[in-house]
């Protein structure tokens, strides 16, 4: 049993001061009570316990990236990011494509977890038949346009027909949204005009790349009848797509987007390239000004070695690390009084609960899953490359001095984090409620 006292607990009704108890995994009691003799005990100083933060959107690069990220080096970059829960992405190599690799995958995990983890299931132009058969998955990843491995669905034919076994088999849909037709075609102009400089990035994948394949998916999912979440959403454009939905589209939006703007580029050059790019001051204060109509923040976690991001920008892959800078960056937010604390627990703990269906995740009430991250609002630090413990060793977010930290991370009602010293993986494979039939 371990016991958490001296705590400002973030209930569902409001914070609430005492003591937490867990026991076997679960959060068992809430508030001013005799506590039981215990195991472990930890003093929150009057420090906020959050529910444990999820991130719904990280690339952890096993099987195939371990040159770039290992499970056990970013499963403890999520625990001192006070993230507890991740949903891994299928663009490894190879790819998580069918239940046999979903069944290598559990197993390559297994028992190297610092974190929960649940994974997502990726789209091929021919696997209809293979995501029948898959169980317990987060969703199913269809990548529109070309990213970083080979995923790609880019024939309408064959998107209906995996929203058609999506739908058959009651999983969610997400979709990574950019055109890849229009890619290639601005990539050629670009290459023939003789651009190699990382700030053509947005140019090539322009908003319009962007919100066109946002719309399709949203108009194919509405036919179809799909539950559809749209990753990392960057444009004016796609918020439009969202908000015409009227809620039966949701949406993420990432920290790189909502706080970095296209001229990181010539600051930081392939450091700050990721798909989709960094957009406009105009784009960037939209994503703020609509922070309602966004589901969920997640960080598309997908980190690169430094030597390969100091290529030439055409051959430097994109993406940027992320999963022990997302709380952090969020809370900074609310010391800065642009959102509120309950923004934060509303996008990174309540709606990926919903959205991803983790009903006793993301939330502090008895008998929930024990998973709570300490948070000290009054630490402030500078983020510094020195301190990234992702295996890549980078952040674009190098100099923000932030303010509001997790100090302690929780996982199955076991410290897996307390103040820069890591524990057990004790991080386990999470239960979707969304599947077969429901
Ligand atoms: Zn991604």
Sequence with gaps: MLLIDNARIFTPQGIVEGSILCKDGEIVKIGSFEPPEVEDTINAHGNVVLPGIIDSHVHFREPGGDHKETWETASRAAAKGGVTTVLDMPNTSPPLTTVKRLADKRAMVRGRSYVN???HFG?????AEEILLADNIA????????TTGDLLVDDDGALYTIFKAAKQAGFLVMVHAENEALIKKLTADAKKAGHNSPSIHPRIRDNVVAAEASSRAAIISKSVGNRLHIAHISTRQELNVVRLSNGRVTCEATPHHLLLEEDALESMGNFAKMNPPLRSDADRRALWRQFANITTVATDHAPHTRSEKQKDYWEAPAG??????LLPLMLNEVSRGRIELGDVVEKLCYAPARVFGLPTKG??????DADLTIIDMNLTKVIDDSSIVSKCGWSPFCGFRVRGWPVTTIVNGQIVYNKANFFEPVGKEVRFSHQKGV
């Design 117 to 119: 983890y649940g994974f």
């Design 123 to 127: 789209a091929t132009p021919t696997n």
């Design 139 to 146: 969703s199913v990843k269809v990548y529109m346009g070309s």
């Design 320 to 325: 940027v690390p992320g999963v022990e800078t």
């Design 363 to 368: 939330k502090i009430v008895e008998g929930c």
